[in-house]
């Protein structure tokens, strides 16, 4: 919706999973210049959002991601603690981010819902879409108490990703 | 207006500017999100006057749409898979009373194995019912053929089938130009029915008609599917000067003019199979695609007019008659009977899986060197079912398929693509 509110074409689906709380669910986007015409899943990603972080050694997360892909994962610990080894070493290591996004939504919002703020992240990380988009589409979508603390919550995580990138790796998760 | 928005919410929406006296669906995946939508346009009165029938059942659900629309309701419902299975017996009757029910099909795999995921399986399960059935490709054409087929079903006083695909278009948000109430009311006058249950007029509606003249009425229906097949592009038409688009009618030709080689299939795929078009045109290949928008009534003529320039026709399917193949195929080969044309019939995209570009290039280049068998299964995992196989030849006790595959497999969740 973000994209969209830019102008450019956008298309997001799910692929639903065992239907049960808990499960791992994957969901897709593609964002482009061009009309949007393919319907296969997204195989070769350019940019993977990981949401719970439990998932890395659970499912064959990283399959098709290339070495210039963009890697954002909800975590509080630094990308460098997870434990990959040797597995990002040809990365670029400037698209490899970890944010506390659950920390920043359990203080945004009160529940630990990381999807907001882990958009934030992505739009401050990859540059693909703005943060004032972002905070249209989560007002369209959710209204009253629910958008704003959203959008707070994107905001707090896309300033986050901004200092971190500026070396400020002490600044806190407001 | 266009906005990015999710293909059932659009669907729902449509629905809602069509004006529907009475909804009445039973939820299942993945067809849920249109009737909840909709559910709550009702409670909230932005959809009014509209009776939102509860019921409990998919057959409850078709029978309650039969006597709404025998009372001279607009009515809509919505199923899917199983779902449309349990309402069949009245599926069959709502076509053969001749009620204009207007139904959205969010096409999902039927089981067993039980699968939630998209294929054809349910449409092709009620090809014979007598219903006029329209598949989308995108979700604007989905939401825009709810309003071509209320004016559709209600012209010739038949029931119509919307196919789009389950979550593959029922859940993606993409974009979508929602049009407005009064270019709605504008193609879609209120609902005049030509029978009418009515206490102060009784008529009886659904007679017993025996041997003497039951041939004769299921002539009549034949004839007006017919009527559709005329009907469909005259209202296709109209509806591209009203709305300013083209969505609907019996088929869509994407770069047949000198094609050699044409895709033709149903829905949603067809987006993938054009992109596979495009990067074949750029390596020489002269390759077209067909997508049929009308199954039922099945348009012989443009079929075989659409195809007459091509050498080999490849029919990319999303379900098949086990025991027997393609079900499209067949059909294409009735309307191609008389011309000299390869007909090859590839089965792909069953209960879900992803048909990829690579894989329909991939299988295009086989049938361009004509070394594609007559029934080919796309990306089909031949090791699972040689030991699936010699577990069934080794022993008579070899246990149930779907849960020897499983563990075969290791899989404990399921994967997409």
């Known amino acids: 919706m973000a994209a969209f509110a830019e102008g450019r074409h956008a298309q997001a689906f799910p692929s639903f999973g065992s239907e049960r709380m808990g499960a791992p669910v994957v969901s897709f986007c593609r964002i482009d210049d061009r009309p949007i015409r393919t319907r296969e899943p997204v195989m070769v990603p350019d940019a993977l959002i990981i949401q719970d972080v439990t998932l890395i050694h659970q499912v064959d997360l990283f399959a098709g991601l290339l070495k210039d892909g963009y890697v954002l994962v909800n975590a509080s610990q630094h990308f460098d603690e997870l434990q990959f080894g040797d597995f990002f070493d040809d990365f670029h290591r400037n698209r490899l981010l970890t944010c506390p996004a659950t920390g920043i939504a359990l203080t945004q919002l009160g529940r630990p819902l990381p999807n907001a703020a882990m958009l934030g992240a992505f739009a401050a990380l990859t540059g693909e879409i703005t943060l004032d988009a972002i905070d249209a589409a989560i007002r369209q979508r959710f209204s009253g108490t629910a958008g704003k603390q959203n959008v707070a919550a994107a905001r707090a995580a896309f300033r986050f990703v901004t200092l971190e990138e500026k070396g400020l790796t002490s600044a806190s998760a407001d | 207006m266009r906005r990015q928005i999710e293909g059932s919410r659009a ?19 993945p067809q849920t999100h249109i009737i909840e939508a909709l559910g709550a346009l009702v409670k909230s009165g932005q959809l009014s006057p509209c009776e939102f029938i509860n019921v409990e059942s998919e057959f409850a659900a078709m029978s309650v749409s039969i006597g709404a629309s025998a009372t001279g309701a607009r009515t809509y419902t919505a199923t899917a898979s199983q779902g449309l299975l349990f309402m069949i017996e009245a599926v069959y009757n709502a076509a053969g009373l001749g009620l204009p029910i207007v139904m959205t099909l969010a096409n999902r795999a039927i089981g067993a194995p039980i699968n939630i995921w998209n294929d054809h399986s349910d449409a092709m399960a009620a090809r014979d019912a007598g219903w006029i059935q329209l598949f989308a490709e995108t979700n604007q054409e989905a939401a825009d053929l709810h309003i071509q087929a209320f ?14 695909d389950g979550f593959i278009l029922t859940h993606a948000v993409e974009s979508v130009d929602l049009p407005e109430q009064m270019d709605v009311d504008a193609f879609l006058p209120p609902y005049e029915p030509r029978q009418l249950l009515d206490p102060n007029d009784p008529v009886s509606i659904g007679a017993m008609v025996g041997p003497e003249a039951f041939e004769e009425v299921r002539y009549l229906s034949y004839l007006r599917q017919l009527d559709a097949l005329e009907r469909i592009p005259v209202l296709a038409a109209e509806f591209a000067a009203s709305f300013g688009r083209v969505s609907g009618g019996l088929l869509h030709c994407y770069r047949t003019e000198d094609a050699e080689t044409i895709v033709v299939a149903l829905g949603s795929v067809l987006g993938t199979i054009k992109d596979a078009a495009d990067a074949l045109r750029a390596t020489g290949q002269r390759v077209g695609v067909i997508g049929i928008t009308s199954f039922r009534p099945f348009p012989h003529d443009a079929v075989r007019d659409a195809l007459s320039g091509a050498r080999r026709v490849v029919v990319v399917e999303k379900a098949f008659s086990v025991g027997f193949g393609g079900v499209l195929s067949t059909d294409v080969a009735m309307a191609t009977h008389d011309a000299d044309l390869s007909i090859r019939t590839v089965i792909a995209g069953l209960g879900g899986r992803a048909i990829t570009q690579r894989s329909i290039e991939g299988m295009l280049a086989e049938a361009m060197h004509g070394r594609l068998e007559s029934l080919t299964f796309l990306d089909l995992d031949r090791g699972i079912i040689e030991r699936e196989r010699a577990r069934m030849a080794g022993t008579k006790r070899s246990g149930p398929t779907a849960e020897n595959v499983l563990r075969d497999l290791g899989t404990v969740a399921s994967r997409i693509g």
């Open chain 2, 11 to 29: 669907v729902a929406e449509t629905v809602a500017l069509c004006r529907p006296e009475v909804v009445c669906a039973y939820p299942i995946s």
């Open chain 2, 151 to 164: 004016r559709l079903a209600e012209d010739l006083s038949l029931p119509v089938m919307v196919c789009m």
